[in-house]
């Protein structure tokens, strides 16, 4: 006996959906692990107390966006289709917060504007408290004192490790 849904099934479109391809999603991962790769080669792969130096990890993150973003061009290329699923909290067919994406987005991308003028406990608490409003968070003053002392302790563990990172707060000679 079939089980019948009180819900009610909105009708599909199924002739829009199957001729567009998201082939600019593969694209933008395959790119992104060729920048990735690109900066790795101006850095050291081995340090002078350890095997391991900052170079290998942006190397190895750049060969698996490589990796995916061809994967997911041959997925693209299949046919595979790519549909939103539900999770705890979300329903798929629910339109994506682009508000809250953007400022996710400037948070990744503040790092490469002010981190020489500003040092790393700095950007670390604006990248922090923009990740943080991104999520929904309204405690900006808390956010930026937590984000402040996780940049300030990054950096202090890192000038223990031997790897120099700049001065602690450039602007002001520190």
Do not use: H
Request: one cysteine or more; proline letters at 5%; a neutral charge.
């Amino acid at each position: 006996m079939p089980v019948l849904s009180n819900k009610a099934q909105a009708p599909v479109n199924t002739t829009s959906q199957s001729s567009v391809k998201p082939w600019w999603l593969g694209i933008v991962v395959v790119l992104m692990g060729v920048v990735c790769l690109y900066s790795a080669s101006k850095l050291d792969n081995t340090a002078r107390y350890s095997a391991i130096g900052p170079g290998m990890f942006v190397t190895a993150i750049g060969i698996g966006l490589v990796l995916l973003g061809l994967l997911l061009l041959i997925q693209i290329a299949r046919g595979e289709k790519f549909e939103p699923q539900d999770t705890e909290n979300a329903e798929g067919s629910t339109p994506m917060d682009k508000r809250a994406f953007f400022i996710a987005l400037a948070a990744a991308f503040v790092p490469v504007f002010i981190i020489e003028l500003l040092g790393l406990p700095v950007t670390a608490m604006v990248s922090f408290t923009l990740v943080t409003m991104a999520f929904g968070s309204k405690k900006i003053a808390l956010n930026l004192i937590i984000g402040f002392i996780l940049g300030s302790a990054s950096w202090y563990l890192f000038s223990l490790l031997g790897l120099q990172l700049g001065e602690f707060i450039p602007l002001l000679g520190v």
